[in-house]
Structure formats: structure tokens, C-alpha cells
């Protein structure tokens, strides 16, 4: 798989070929030189002309004989039709110097991804990156991640590949809403701003117990990376356009490189939602990768580590939990979660527009107590780890969800029952349907005998 470099023909400085030269000698591709000449027409009087000079900077490189070719193209498209632009290992392009108009912004390197070629670097700063590629620095990159995203995955992914070219250190940056992380954990926090310690007014502060959530998944989301080099968690709490925050991060630490996923969007839906990747790579000071969420990594099912069973103290939620600790092995866990509904007249404790509430604190001990007798005491139940919780929710499905989300767990095990409950808080069987439809986590539904 080659390595294709697109550089505007004619331009004053093609730094961009000597990255891309020094990319192929690192990997031991070929390397493919594709001249664009943009915004001019190539004619038959032109094009010998354009050939030459863009084969005087391949016998400038110091690669092997027959390791470079070049070809000439007429404009963007022509470029993007290349099928060993589609099948390349990465694609390098100029960040600079490529025509665009009113109704046509994007840049080629930023049409070069939405069209799913391999990783597009965007070139800046080059003396950083080629020093990187000949061995003699680290570089510093700062990674765009979200849990929830599967456009992260791919420059997740993608980081594998850049430590094995040279080392890194990376930073793992998640741009995240304070408010609406609070509301996807449901974590709780008082809005009485006159109680609050005076940092804790900030609407930009991140609770601490949703930070703690947010490290964890962001640190499942990167994984064990091989190589040389370190890997920072940074979260980065912000309004507005997450580009600009991420550009920040990398401004402020002085990164060298910027990685993003791109999903493929067509044009209405680009124009909607906007675009994070085509931010960084408009913007940015420094070299942008992009990756194309195609490439992406697949995830392989592995069996469920630790499962949550929503408890109504039936004989169904009792199904559940031995249905739950047949499925996870030794040292595996399961959580019993006891969602009160809130009832009209009820108070205690201070309302929260974003989060659920704990257990009313007069049947707090009581419930807590009554979740711990429901755990097994055989010698098996002890190989597992248990940990019990009881919330105030108004949504039971919503609250069930976002103790999933708190609790990072890999199923939900739900027992359903025809019979009535006289318990107060029994789960009604549309809990399960819309458990099925809203939560993130796979659903296993118990069935009664």
C-alpha cells in the first residue's frame, strides 16, 4: 500500500513531499507523487512542463531507485478518483494552497477523508514531523476521543499506527458538557448555588464524581497502546464548538499533531450538524490526521464482566440475579440497583433538573439492607463482587439507564413477570421494552417459569 502525497504544482514550498518521503522510507512503502495543478487547466503545452518539475522533486528525495513515481493531475477531483488514493496506507496533502470558492470550502485534504481514503495528514509545522519520522524527537499528539462516538474509534485506532511509526505521547482529550454528562450519569448535584463552595459554582466545572466516570471511559476507550511513549487523560470541560476547545488543548500544550475521526456525511447533513474534523482541520496550527470512521477497528463480543439487575424484590428480580451470576466469572461483578419512584408530595433532599436522586432518607437503610440479603452466600456468589444502590427517579427506564452509564457495566439483566407485585416499587413491564430502546448496553429480559 503506497503512500500518496498531493501537492499544489507550481507552489513556492512542497515541504509536504519531504514528509511524505520520509513517511515511505520509515515504513518501507512506496511513495506516490501526485501534482495538482488548481484552479488552471492542464493542457497538452502545460503538462510536460507540470511532469518535470514535480519529477525534480522526486530525484530530490533520498529514496530508492524505483521507490517514487509521479503523476499529474488536473484539479481536486481528478485526485479524489484515483483508486491509489482510495487504497492507500496514508495520504499526505498540503494544508495550505488549494483553491476553494463560496459554495465550495472544504479543502482537499478535507475531501481527500469525507471520501474515505486512508489516514489524511494535513501538513504544518514540517519540521516537526520530519525530524519525528527520522528518529529524532517524540512527538506530541493530542487525539480527539467520546466514548459515545464511533468516529473516535477510528482515531483511536489510528494511534496504534502512529506509534508504530515513531514514538509518541499522547494526549486523549474528550471535550464534554458539564450538564449534559450530568444528565446521561445521572449524577446528582445540589442547585442551590447559595450552598455551594464558591469553585463548585462554575457552570464549567466538572462534579467530581462525574469526572471520576468520565477518566474511566475514556480510559477503556484508548485501551493498552504498544510503543514508546506516554498517554495522558485530558478532559476538557466547554460550550460551543468542541473544535475550538480542541484546538485549544493543543495550542496550550503545545502539541505537534492533532488526530480526529470523520464520518462520512453527505452534504445537507454536514451542513446541519456541522463538522468537528473539518474545524480542527480549517483551523488548526498545527498538523491535523484524519481518519475516516471506515477504518475503524471492530470490537469483538466478549462475554459481560459485570452486570447490572434492576430489583423490585420479586420473585422475577431473584431470577435475574442467578440468571446474572451464571453469566460472569470469578472476580466479575454484579450490581443491584432499587429505583424509588417519586411520588407526588414527596421531598427530601435537593431537586435536581439533571440527575437522580438517592433513596428517601428514612427508607435508605432499609432498602440498602434488604439489597444486601439478596446476595447469595454460596462459595460461588463470594468469587463475584457485589455492590448494591438505591436511587429517586421519576423515569424508572431513564434511571435505570444512567446507573448503567455510571456504572460502566457490560449488560443489564432485567427478570419480567406476569403475576402482580405488592411491592411498592414494582417494575411494570413496559420497563423492559423501553430498556430495550433506550439504554446503550445490551438487555437481557428474564422471563417468569
Partial sequence: MAIVCASPLMARESREVEVAAALAARLGEPLLLVGVIDGEPLTEATRPEAQRHLEAQAERLELPPGRVSCRVRSDTDAVLADEECRH????????????????????????????????????????????????????????????????????????????????????????????????????????????????????????????????REVREQVGDLLGEGGVEVVLEPGFGRPADHLLHVALSRGADLVVVGMRARGAVKRLWHGSVSAGVLRNAEQAVVCVPDVLREPRHALPPRSVLVPVDFSDASERAIAQARSLVGPGGRVHLLHVHRKRLGETGGFMDHYGVLPEPPREREVMLRRLWELVPRDEGAQALRWSVEGVTGEDIAQAICQATEREGVDLVCLGTSGEPSREPDALPGAVARELVARCRRPVMVVPGT
Fill in 88 to 215: 492507500s496506507r496514508w495520504v499526505v496533502a498540503a494544508a495550505e494552497g488549494w483553491r476553494t470558492s463560496a459554495w465550495r470550502r472544504a479543502s482537499l485534504p478535507e475531501r481527500l477523508a469525507r471520501h474515505g481514503c486512508g489516514p489524511v495528514l494535513s501538513v504544518r509545522r514540517e519540521d516537526a514531523l520530519v525530524d519525528w519520522l527520522r528518529g529524532r524527537r517524540r512527538l506530541l499528539v493530542v487525539v480527539g476521543v467520546d466514548p459515545l462516538s464511533p468516529t473516535a474509534d477510528a482515531a483511536v485506532a489510528f494511534l496504534r499506527e502512529l506509534r508504530r511509526v515513531g514514538p509518541c505521547d499522547v494526549l486523549a482529550t474528550y471535550v464534554c458538557s458539564p450538564l449534559e454528562e450530568r444528565d446521561r450519569l445521572g449524577i446528582h448535584t445540589p442547585v442551590h448555588v447559595d450552598l455551594l463552595e464558591p469553585q463548585a459554582r462554575d457552570m464549567e466545572a466538572l462534579d467530581p464524581a462525574v469526572e471520576t466516570v468520565l477518566l
